[in-house]
């Protein structure tokens, strides 16, 4: 692994470089700021991409965002779609009111002179990502960030594998974009699964000659990135697990590990099987976890990690939103 429809934005409400990319730290900067809706694209059947621009202060801040970071986003005065546009799943709990803000993973950010351009995607799952369906082009949303630590890269590494579950792919793609951009030393391979074929939150997937040459995802394929394709019920690509399918890549390339580095991004569950791998063959391994994120500043203590403390068997609790969500995968206590 928002805000408000009208076009007035609440009261209180560079360029990606390898330098964020070497350092696990997060900016300083972190808002509230004010961003424009561009577009809000359909893209399945309850997923969505969100697109947004920030200005002024909202720029600087987020032309530094680092992949593996995120943003809180204030869904409370946002309208609810008509009720016809409802589903039915989601008729009764989307009356809730939408109290805390919600947090959210950029798939895209590009700075371009004095504006910083944003994409979001996000899955229907709830009375908040319903109410994000209503937003279009000139509505302004508040968002606070960027927040987090996000993916640094180790020195030494000549490759990097993602690995991806459900809606853990947005952190991991716009991850493959600045090692593509700014570690071309860096060979990207990435591995993304989900239970059906159309639970896989991409735009569609490329030709079957493209795929036969391992580009399966415009998504990754656009950077040059190949990809692995992996469903639970074999709708697409490996039938399988989505580790299953990179241990069994793995084992058969059986490539260099001490110049091999995973990021991981999805359920725990597959979080927790990453990290075994990753021990099992020696690779540094780092993962980003999920955790409910009511403030995303340390303040409410609700998103806590079990980790186990340096140079020693104690453990320790760490915060989602403040020490990750990008952890070294063998620093996590799995349940």
């Given at each position: 692994m928002v805000?408000?429809?009208?076009k007035?934005?609440?009261r209180?409400?560079?360029?990606?470089?390898?330098?964020v990319?070497?350092?696990?730290k997060?900016?300083?900067?972190k808002g509230?700021?004010?961003?424009?809706v561009?577009?809000?694209?359909r893209i399945?059947e309850?997923?969505?991409?969100?697109?947004?621009?920030?200005t002024?202060?909202g720029a600087t801040?987020?032309?530094?965002?680092r992949?593996?970071?995120?943003?809180e986003?204030?869904?409370s005065?946002v309208a609810l779609?008509p009720r016809e546009?409802?589903p039915?799943?989601?008729?009764?709990?989307?009356q809730?009111?939408?109290?805390?803000?919600?947090?959210?993973?950029?798939?895209?950010?590009s700075?371009?002179?004095?504006k910083t351009?944003?994409?979001?995607?996000y899955s229907v799952?709830?009375?908040?990502s319903?109410?994000?369906?209503t937003l279009?082009?000139?509505?302004s949303?508040?968002?606070?960030g960027p927040?987090g630590?996000?993916f640094?890269v180790?020195?030494?590494?000549k490759?990097?594998?993602?690995?991806?579950?459900g809606?853990?792919?947005?952190?991991?793609?716009?991850l493959a974009?600045?090692?593509?951009?700014?570690?071309p030393?860096i060979e990207?391979?990435?591995?993304?699964g989900a239970?059906?074929?159309k639970?896989?939150p991409f735009?569609?997937?490329?030709d079957e000659?493209s795929?036969?040459?391992g580009?399966s995802?415009p998504?990754f394929?656009?950077y040059g990135?190949?990809s692995q394709l992996a469903?639970?019920?074999?709708?697409?690509?490996?039938?399988g697990?989505?580790?299953?399918?990179?241990?069994?890549?793995f084992?058969?390339?059986?490539?260099?590990?001490?110049?091999?580095?995973?990021y991981?991004?999805g359920?725990e569950?597959?979080l927790?099987k990453?990290a075994e791998?990753?021990?099992?063959?020696?690779?540094d391994c780092?993962?980003s976890?999920?955790?409910r994120?009511?403030?995303?500043?340390?303040?409410?203590?609700?998103?806590?990690i079990?980790?186990?403390?340096?140079?020693?068997?104690?453990?320790?609790?760490k915060?989602?939103?403040?020490?990750?969500?990008?952890?070294?995968s063998?620093?996590?206590?799995?349940?």
């Open positions: 805000l408000r429809f009208s007035v934005c609440f209180h409400a560079e360029s990606l470089s390898v330098k990319m070497s350092e696990k997060s900016s300083p900067v509230p700021f004010c961003a424009a561009r577009s809000n694209k399945g309850r997923f969505y991409r969100l697109g947004l621009e920030f002024g202060a801040a987020f032309g530094r965002f992949p593996g970071q995120f943003a986003f204030d869904l005065a779609p546009k409802i039915e799943d989601l008729a009764d709990v989307c809730r009111n939408i109290l805390l803000r919600r947090p959210f993973a950029f798939v895209d950010v700075a371009e002179k004095n351009f944003a994409e979001l995607l799952v709830g009375p908040a319903l109410r994000m369906t279009a082009a000139g509505d949303v508040n968002v606070m927040l630590n996000g640094w180790p020195d030494g590494k490759r990097a594998f993602l690995i991806c579950g809606m853990g792919a947005p952190p991991l793609q716009i974009k600045v090692l593509t951009k700014d570690f030393d990207v391979i990435a591995f993304a239970k059906t074929a639970d896989l735009e569609g997937r490329l000659i795929q036969q040459l580009f995802l998504e394929a656009k990135v190949n469903t639970d019920d074999g709708s697409a690509g490996f039938k697990m989505v580790t299953d399918c990179f241990k069994q890549w084992d058969k390339a059986n490539p260099a590990r001490e110049r091999s580095v995973i991981a991004c359920p569950q597959m927790a990453v791998i990753a021990k099992e063959k020696n690779i780092q993962i976890m999920e955790r994120m009511a403030c995303g500043i340390g303040i409410c203590q609700s998103c806590a079990l980790c186990r403390a340096n140079g020693s068997n104690e453990t320790v609790y915060l989602c939103c403040e020490d990750g969500p990008v952890f070294d063998k620093e996590v206590v799995f349940n």
